[in-house]
T-cell receptor, first 111, second 114 residues
Framework: GQQVMQIPQYQHVQEGEDFTTYCNSS?????IQWYKQRPGGHPVFLIQ?????EVKKQKRLTFQFGEAKKNSSLHITATQTTDVGTYFC???????????FGKGTMLLVSP | NAGVTQTPKFQVLKTGQSMTLQCAQD?????MSWYRQDPGMGLRLIHY???????DQGEVPNGYNVSRSTTEDFPLRLLSAAPSQTSVYFC?????????????FGQGTRLTVV
């Protein structure tokens, strides 16, 4: 099945700094989803990108899908302590019947 | 709507014991799946079901069984627990099969095998 690779694995920022996590695939993706998991919690859906070059915004979060549909990014502007958690990207799995998750980027924000 | 409900939240098993992790959803979703989450490994798919009576294996199915007798329920059975199965288990459901549909996750079951 397809795999999505996420970098970095971990990032520690000061509150107010920006943060970006990247998701890469060796093959073209039909779509990409992003999830957030708070410490001790469960993954929660954030957004889905489908079109080449698509950019979507949710307040301080900006999501991009690459032109070749092989990569995606999540950028957080001026992080807050409420942004702490692990961010996962997810793409099509084997036979396009499942979701395959990246290993996630853990974000820690210090006040 | 309760969404996706998993029980128990925590469980400690001895090596060799068997148990069933329960998962129920009240959203009338056709697609349900089980993932395990280990540090640094992300979410790995164990088994999934595209509807009542239909199940299939995911990436890491060994040591686990599933069945889907109703649309609502998708239990995960550990046949003979091993320390390598210590993990956090998440059940998820989606309206449809495939990668385009939002997945709704349960609260998780934290399992320790000693």
């Amino acid at each position: 099945g397809q795999q999505v690779m996420q970098i970095p694995q971990y990032q520690h920022v000061q509150e107010g700094e920006d943060f970006t996590t990247y998701c890469n695939s060796s093959t073209t993706l039909s779509n990409i989803q992003w999830y957030k998991q708070r410490p001790g919690g469960h993954p929660v859906f954030l957004i889905q990108l489908v079109k080449s070059g698509e950019v979507k915004k949710q307040k301080r979060l900006t999501f991009q899908f690459g032109e070749a549909k092989k990569n995606s990014s999540l950028h957080i502007t001026a992080t807050q302590t409420t942004d702490v958690g692990t961010y996962f990207c997810a793409g099509p799995g084997s036979g396009y019947s499942t979701l395959t998750f990246g290993k996630g980027t853990m974000l820690l924000v210090s006040p | 709507n309760a969404g996706v409900t998993q029980t128990p939240k925590f469980q400690v098993l001895k090596t060799g014991q068997s148990m069933t992790l329960q998962c129920a959803q009240d959203m009338n979703h056709e697609y349900m799946s089980w993932y395990r989450q280990d540090p640094g490994m992300g979410l790995r798919l164990i088994h999934y079901s595209v509807g009542a009576g239909i199940t299939d294996q995911g990436e890491v199915p060994n040591g686990y069984n599933v069945s889907r007798s109703t649309t609502e329920d998708f239990p995960l059975r550990l046949l003979s627990a091993a320390p390598s199965q210590t993990s956090v288990y998440f059940c998820a459901s989606s309206l449809q099969q495939g990668p385009f549909t939002e997945a709704f996750f349960g609260q998780g079951t934290r399992l320790t095998v000693v």
